[in-house]
């Protein structure tokens, strides 16, 4: 399950964590820890698969040099193979979105960190440059909140994947080829928050997109809390504590089934319990023995775990192989009379290996 990372000439050779408070820090830290208290990882992934979390005062949870602190906005660089114009035309398909707001070619949210909720825009005005400016009196006056607003949006436009291997391989396979010119620098544009990715996948299952998103409004609406920002309203997807405590009753307002209502709350206690987190997806060290943790979760099937493998986890080899959309997609661009079989889309998808969920990601966007 490892990442090729960007400019790995940006980060440090290794990374020192702090078995006594369970942080992890560039080498050249301030910070002063006794040796005997010290473990070194090999990179930033090893150390939070561990359950190590990023140095406030080093602020490791970002590639060195990937971004600038400003203050009042903090400018993220980008590599080459990256277009905002594109991911935003992809953002803007999205039906009754909640989450987030569109305009003038700007994205805008709020994105909780802790206890502060800072209100953003991001914008790509220059070239390799994005910046992230924080609105409404919303900035954070800790350099390590800012950090980890920076590290969100890099999550979430998937920044930290090199993808000059994947357009590589695209250049000769005759699903790929269109989609990697027409919607060159899309990324798998993804859901960093473990319990809104798994909602979101089982809100999905077996209806329409449009009707999907209708209900993920009214979970968010009922559910979740926002903030006032400039005369805008900014909504904030429920916590697994806000959903753990609900009754199947509680969510008929939703108008969703009883099963789904059973998933998402049994989805949340798990969460709340500990035994369902990011790090121990990770710690699996194996795609498969990944999916497996999941699909033993009522209510989550291998369709939506490798849905939340690829749109969360950022696993490359996640392949959603019974996706409907997948199919339509193929079938469009074979000329076919009827869907795939599986047996097909593996012949078809044999030289994607470890880049499983970048081609599924572009085949569906090559049908919306």
């Given amino acids: 399950m490892k990442k090729n990372t960007i400019y790995p000439e940006w980060d440090a050779p290794y990374f020192t964590g702090i078995a006594t408070m369970k942080i992890y820090c560039f080498p050249w830290?301030?910070?002063?820890?006794?040796?005997?208290?010290?473990?070194?990882?090999?990179?930033?992934?090893?150390?939070?698969?561990?359950?190590?979390?990023?140095?406030?005062?080093?602020?490791?949870?970002?590639?060195?040099?990937?971004?600038?602190?400003?203050?009042?906005?903090?400018?993220?660089?980008?590599?080459?193979?990256?277009?905002f114009a594109e991911n935003l035309k992809y953002l803007s398909n999205a039906p009754n979105e909640c989450l987030f707001h569109i305009k003038d070619k700007r994205v805008y949210k709020a994105i909780?960190?802790?206890?502060?909720?800072?209100?953003?825009?991001?914008?790509?005005?220059?070239?390799?440059?994005?910046?992230?400016?924080?609105?409404?009196?919303?900035?954070?006056s800790r350099k390590w909140v800012r950090a980890a607003i920076a590290r969100y949006v890099r999550d979430w436009f998937d920044l930290d994947t090199d993808l000059v291997p994947f357009y590589d391989l695209a250049k000769t396979d005759i699903l790929l080829q269109k989609a990697v010119d027409e919607f060159h620098g899309l990324r798998n544009v993804g859901i960093p928050d473990l319990f809104e990715a798994i909602c979101w996948g089982i809100i999905g299952q077996q209806i329409n997109l449009t009707f999907a998103y209708t209900l993920k409004r009214r979970l968010v609406e009922n559910f979740g809390r926002h903030v006032e920002c400039k005369g805008e309203r900014y909504w904030i997807f429920p916590s697994p504590h806000n959903i753990a405590a609900l009754t199947v009753e509680d969510l008929a307002v939703l108008r969703m089934t009883v099963k789904k209502c059973e998933y998402l709350i049994g989805v949340a206690q798990l969460m709340v319990e500990g035994k369902l987190t990011k790090e121990r997806l990770l710690d699996a060290g194996d795609y498969k023995k990944a999916e497996k943790m999941l699909t033993k979760i009522r209510g989550i099937g291998p369709w939506t775990a490798n849905y939340v493998l690829m749109r969360c986890l950022r696993i490359p080899s996640a392949f959603p192989i019974d996706d409907v959309g997948?199919?339509?997609?193929?079938?469009?661009?074979?000329?076919?009379?009827?869907?795939?079989?599986?047996?097909?889309?593996?012949?078809?998808?044999?030289?994607?290996?470890?880049?499983?969920?970048?081609?599924?990601?572009?085949?569906?966007?090559?049908?919306?």
Wanted: proline residues 6%; glycine residues 6%.
């Fill in 326 to 368: 997948l199919h339509n997609a193929i079938k469009y661009l074979r000329g076919m009379e009827n869907k795939p079989t599986k047996e097909e889309i593996l012949q078809l998808s044999a030289t994607w290996t470890n880049w499983e969920s970048y081609a599924t990601f572009y085949l569906w966007r090559s049908l919306y």
């Fill in 112 to 140: 909780p960190i802790e206890q502060e909720t800072p209100v953003v825009e991001i914008s790509a005005d220059y070239e390799n440059v994005m910046t992230i400016r924080f609105l409404g009196g919303t900035t954070p």
């Fill in 29 to 83: 830290c301030k910070g002063q820890p006794k040796l005997e208290n010290t473990i070194q990882f090999k990179s930033r992934a090893e150390a939070e698969q561990k359950g190590y979390r990023p140095c406030k005062n080093c602020c490791s949870g970002l590639p060195h040099g990937s971004w600038e602190d400003n203050k009042q906005e903090v400018t993220l660089f980008v590599p080459k193979e990256f277009s």
